[in-house]
C-alpha cells in the first residue's frame, strides 16, 4: 500500500471492529476478567472521589491547577511537534538519545514526585511505613493492570514493532501510531492530576516539568513520523499535538481518582507510577534499543534521569 492509498483509507477500515473486540474478549478470558477488575476500582474510586471532591471549598483551585498542568503538557508536545513543519527525519541516533532522556525523566519523576511522596502519605495516613509501602504497591499493580489491558485490547502500532491489538488490520497504520502515542500520554496526564490533588506544589511542579520536558521529543517523533508516512507537513504537525490533547482529559481522571477517601491519595500516586514506569519498560526503553543506538539511548536516560532529579530537588 503505498503512502496516499494509507491516507485515503477510512479509520475503521473494513468489517465490524466492534465484533472483532468481542471475538477478542471471548478468546482472552483471564486478560478480559483482569480489564474488567481494574475498570471497577478506578470507577469506584473515580465515583467517590469526585463526590468527595465537589464537597471541598478548594475544589476549583485543584481542578484549575491539574487542567492548567495538563495543558503545559498538551503546549509542550504542540510545541515540540513544531519543527515537523521543516524536518522530514531526524538521525536515529540523536532521536534515540531523545527520547532516552525523556525515559529517564519518566523513570524519576515515578520516583521522586509519585512513589515517595505517596509511601510518605500513606504510612501517614495508616500509621505505619509497611501499610503504607503496601497501599502504593496496591496502586501500582492496578496502574499496570489497567495499561496492560489498554495494550491488549486497544489497536495501536509501534514504529519499530508493527501493529497490535484486535482488529488492527481494520485501521491504517497511521492512525495505529497515533492511538499508541495517545496511550503513552494518558498516564502522563493522570500523573499530572494526582500530583496536584492535594493542590500540593511541592509534588504537582516537578512532576508536571519533567512530563512536558519530555513531550517535547515525544512531540516531534510523531509529527516526523507522520511525515514519513505520506502526511503534509501541516496535518503531521496537528494530528501530532492532538496526540496531547489526553494530557489534560488524564490530569482531570487523575484529580477525580485520587481526592476522595485519604487513602485514594497513595493509591493513586501508585497507580500513575505504575502506568508511567509500564509505558517506559514496555515502549520507550525497547523502542529506543532496536536500531543499534543502545549506548547513546541509555546515556540520554541516565542524563534525563539526572536532570528530573536535580529539578524535583530544587523545585520541590
Known amino acids: 500500500m503505498n503512502n496516499q492509498q494509507a491516507r485515503e483509507k477510512p479509520l475503521g477500515g473494513n468489517g465490524n471492529w466492534f465484533g472483532t473486540l468481542y471475538r477478542h474478549f471471548r478468546r482472552h478470558v483471564l486478560v478480559t476478567s483482569g480489564l474488567a477488575v481494574s475498570l471497577l476500582i478506578v470507577l469506584v ?91 502504593v504497591v496496591f496502586g501500582m499493580a492496578l496502574g499496570v493492570l489497567l495499561m496492560l489491558c489498554l495494550d491488549e485490547f486497544t489497536p495501536h502500532e509501534h514504529e519499530s514493532a508493527g501493529a497490535f491489538g484486535p482488529g488492527h488490520n481494520q485501521f491504517n497504520r497511521v492512525w495505529l501510531f497515533v492511538f499508541a502515542i495517545a496511550l503513552h500520554n494518558l498516564p502522563e496526564g493522570m500523573a499530572i492530576g494526582v500530583g496536584f490533588s492535594r493542590a500540593d506544589m511541592a509534588v504537582g511542579l516537578p512532576l508536571t516539568t519533567a512530563i512536558a520536558l519530555q513531550d517535547f521529543p515525544e512531540g516531534l517523533a510523531v509529527a516526523i513520523a507522520l511525515r514519513s508516512a505520506g502526511f503534509p507537513s501541516w496535518k503531521a504537525v496537528l494530528l501530532a499535538a492532538a496526540t496531547g490533547l489526553l494530557e489534560p482529559l488524564g490530569a482531570l481522571l487523575g484529580v477525580g481518582l485520587s481526592s476522595g477517601l485519604a487513602v485514594s491519595y497513595p493509591i493513586g500516586l501508585g497507580l500513575a507510577a505504575g502506568a508511567m514506569i509500564f509505558v517506559v519498560s514496555h515502549e520507550v526503553i525497547p523502542e529506543t534499543h532496536r536500531n543499534g543506538h543502545q549506548t547513546p539511548a541509555t546515556i540520554g536516560l541516565m542524563f534525563g534521569f539526572a536532570l528530573m532529579m536535580v529539578l524535583d530537588t530544587a523545585l520541590g
Open 45 to 135: 474510586l473515580l465515583v467517590q472521589s469526585c463526590m468527595h471532591l465537589f464537597a471541598e471549598p478548594n475544589s476549583g483551585l485543584i481542578l484549575r491547577y491539574a487542567f492548567l498542568g495538563g495543558m503545559a503538557g498538551f503546549a509542550a508536545t504542540a510545541l515540540g511537534a513544531v519543527p515537523g513543519l521543516f524536518l522530514r527525519g531526524i538521525p536515529q541516533r540523536i532521536e534515540d538519545m531523545m527520547l532516552g532522556a525523556a525515559a529517564g525523566m519518566m523513570l524519576a519523576a515515578s520516583a521522586f514526585s509519585l512513589l515517595l511522596p505517596g509511601i510518605e502519605a500513606g504510612t501517614s495516613i495508616l500509621g505505619g511505613k509497611t501499610a503504607g509501602v503496601g497501599v
